[in-house]
T-cell receptor, first 114, second 108 residues
Framework: EPEVTQTPSHQVTQMGQEVILRCVPISNHLYFYWYRQILGQKVEFLVSFYNNEISEKSEIFDDQFSVERPDGSNFTLKIRSTKLEDSAMYFC????????????FGSGTQLSVL | RKEVEQDPGPFNVPEGATVAFNCTYSNSASQSFFWYRQDCRKEPKLLMSVYSSGNEDGRFTAQLNRASQYISLLIRDSKLSDSATYLCVVAEGAALIFGKGTTLSVSS
């Protein structure tokens, strides 16, 4: 079965540092998403990305966050100046169409901000 | 604010039991509904979509009541491998809105 690949699996950083989380989508997928899950909390939508631009974002996705697909393969989430409360599991997800039924999640990057 | 509410459990059942999970959602205009399964510290995986007419996949049956804004999942003949957190999910535009999940523990 095709997979969404995320790197790194774990990232530890100091508060105020920039981090970049990477995702390799399934090859024929066109819609890309980032979700996060704080320990013990629910999975939360951050942003959706289609045709090289953000199509939708949540109130969590503020100016500290950005996404891009710089080389046509990796889909990245950048957090400019990390805060303690950014500590969470970040999941990348992709789909062929804009359809939750066929959303494939990567295994996640656990971000720890110290 | 769009919300999806679930009883967090945990539900502790013996193998072979039938267990039912419920979920309510706040946006009456929602059109697409799903149950996802999440194992501890893993990514969510789609279990099944939920249709107005109800749908069944093996031991799993999902039901939707639009009037009550209520979704259910029934698991028959529980297996040890069914132990997981079950997430009720509603699509809102491009976003999936997740409930906090109901934890199921099946014991032998």
């Amino acid at each position: 079965e095709p997979e969404v690949t995320q790197t790194p699996s774990h990232q530890v950083t100091q508060m105020g540092q920039e981090v970049i989380l990477r995702c390799v989508p399934i090859s024929n997928h066109l819609y890309f998403y980032w979700y996060r899950q704080i320990l013990g909390q629910k999975v939360e939508f951050l942003v959706s990305f289609y045709n090289n631009e953000i199509s939708e974002k949540s109130e969590i996705f503020d100016d500290q966050f950005s996404v891009e697909r710089p080389d046509g393969s990796n889909f990245t989430l950048k957090i400019r100046s990390t805060k303690l409360e950014d500590s969470a599991m970040y999941f990348c997800a992709t789909s062929v169409g804009r359809d939750g039924e066929k959303l494939f999640f990567g295994s996640g990057t656990q971000l720890s901000v110290l | 604010r769009k919300e999806v509410e679930q009883d967090p459990g945990p539900f502790n059942v013996p193998e072979g039991a039938t267990v039912a999970f419920n979920c309510t959602y706040s946006n009456s205009a929602s059109q697409s509904f799903f149950w996802y399964r999440q194992d501890c510290r893993k990514e969510p995986k789609l279990l099944m979509s939920v249709y107005s007419s109800g749908n069944e996949d093996g031991r799993f049956t999902a039901q939707l009541n639009r009037a009550s804004q209520y979704i259910s999942l029934l698991i028959r003949d529980s297996k040890l491998s069914d132990s997981a957190t079950y997430l009720c999910v509603v699509a809102e535009g491009a976003a999936l809105i997740f409930g906090k999940g109901t934890t199921l523990s099946v014991s032998s």
